[in-house]
């Protein structure tokens, strides 16, 4: 057996040298990644609790320690909660005793608590883990995690070129440099367009901003990014980013598919509510209108049943636009939803306010809940009644008989739309609008239907062992 060889002092030096280039480059690296606080001290937290237990959240007097209840109701496991706050506030968050047994998870039956204080950073998630530990993360410490696995990645490039037969010093740098050089390259590429496109929209609203959101009822459709053709039906193509897709298709459905649904609803049309914040819903003033789950035969189809045929074209188009390979079995109803005009001088009209249709928080997808929205367009009033998608500077004039496409998933990161998809359905004004809706979710199935799910995407047995 030969003798293993040490590494030579040349061998010594080029780590030397590679480990003083990989500090250098690690430098110029996180200067790469380095974020802007938004305004001087208010932060906008987002609280995910993961925990597996009920918890309370409360803010802590800086003064008097006093404890002021922020949550309310308390959080479930798998919900989130929005917080806004000031950069050096501190806050607790508190086991609550499960409803079954009335004991915390804690040794002893203990309810457990943790702290933490608000950041000067942006984009801050607090992950209440289990055991109730609370994981703080914020835009600094992604793009140095970002930083570090890129990092990891080139400096297990340039080893495995060390310890290659023949590689010299001189090629093994300008391997690990080209690594970091494209890394940091496709970053940079990364946050220039979200910087761009974000810039593009406050430069196209700023001519609507006299007009913000639905005020202006003679506006027309945004002009399209780019448009082609699906089953011959023209697609314009408003956003295509991963996680925010907006498109409108023309000729989706047909004037005898609107009218069986219309008949469907006739029987079962009730006021339209909205998700109260605690897992149910309620009237508001927010929503303004008259809907009507519409079951769909699917035994029917094979027979020409139009209710069945429209929603098969719902999820091919889906299946056409996401990899997701989305079935009927388990989704939710289709909508029939409509709005009816009153006159310019009725200080209440019928319309949906800005809203999201699931998540739009840039977290991650939680399953079972909606990932994408059609709404096709059956009448159209005389005077307003459009769909504005303000984040995005996209404004949609509804036409007889098209479809607004949306999704806010990324499929690749299985993380949410940060906001580019909140839209609004403006005043009805004069006429009538009635449309289909179909809000299509991930992760349903006989088994696990839509309505085992919560208004807060939290599935109603595990809301009832909490």
Request: with cysteine; hydrophobic share 35%; aromatic share 6%.
């Amino acid at each position: 057996m030969q003798p293993k060889q040490m590494p030579s002092l040349h061998v010594h030096r080029r780590r030397r040298s590679l480990a003083m280039t990989l500090l250098i480059l690690a430098t110029l690296l996180l200067s790469a990644f380095k974020t802007t606080s938004a305004a001087p001290n208010e932060r906008a937290i987002s609280i995910v609790n993961e925990s597996a237990r009920r918890v309370e959240v409360y803010w802590i007097h800086p003064d008097t320690g006093e404890m002021v209840l922020q949550s309310t109701p308390d959080i479930l496991a798998g919900a989130t909660f929005a917080l806004n706050s000031y950069v050096g506030h501190a806050f607790e968050v508190r086991e609550l005793p499960a409803k079954k047994t009335a004991v915390c998870g804690g040794e002893g039956d203990v309810c457990r608590v943790d702290h933490f204080t608000v950041n000067e950073n942006s984009d801050q998630i607090i992950m209440i883990n289990e055991g109730v530990e609370i994981e703080h993360t914020d835009s600094k410490s992604i793009a140095e995690k970002s930083a570090s696995n890129m990092l990891d990645e080139c400096k297990a490039t340039a080893n495995k070129q060390l310890s290659s037969s023949g590689a010299d010093a001189e090629s093994i740098l300008d391997v690990l440099t080209v690594c970091v050089k494209v890394g940091i390259a496709k970053e940079i590429e990364r946050a220039n367009e979200e910087i761009t496109f974000q810039a593009g929209i406050r430069k196209d609203m700023a001519g609507l901003l006299e007009n913000y959101t639905c005020a202006d009822e003679a506006l027309n459709t945004t002009e399209a990014k780019s448009t082609n053709y699906w089953e011959g039906r023209k697609v314009s193509v408003m956003i295509d980013r991963p996680a925010s897709r907006i498109h409108v298709v023309e000729n989706f459905l047909t004037e005898d598919e609107c009218k069986a649904v219309e008949e469907a609803a006739a029987p079962i049309l009730h006021h339209a509510t909205v998700a109260d914040g605690s897992g149910g819903s309620h009237l508001s003033d927010s929503r303004k209108a008259m809907q009507a789950g519409i079951k769909v035969h699917w035994d029917k189809e094979a027979e020409g049943d139009l209710i069945a045929r429209l929603s098969r074209r719902v999820y091919s188009y889906v299946n056409h636009v996401l990899p997701f390979d989305i079935k009927e079995n388990g989704q939710e109803d289709l909508m029939s939803i409509q709005y009816f005009g009153r006159g310019a001088d009725d200080d209440k009209p019928d319309r949906y306010m800005p809203h999201c249709d699931g998540d739009c928080n840039g977290l991650q997808f939680k399953p079972g809940n909606r990932m994408a929205t059609i709404v096709m367009y059956c009448d159209v009033p005389e005077v307003g009644g459009a769909t504005n998608f303000r984040n995005s500077g996209v404004h949609i004039k509804p036409e007889k008989y098209a479809a607004t496409f949306f999704s806010y998933i990324d499929p690749k990161t299985m993380k949410m739309d940060g906001g580019f998809t909140e839209h609004s359905g403006c005043p009805v004004i004069e006429g009538e609008k009635k449309i289909v809706t179909q809000w299509v979710r991930l992760g349903v199935d006989d088994e696990n239907p839509w309505n085992s799910f919560n208004t807060l995407g939290i599935k109603y047995s595990d809301a009832a062992d909490q």
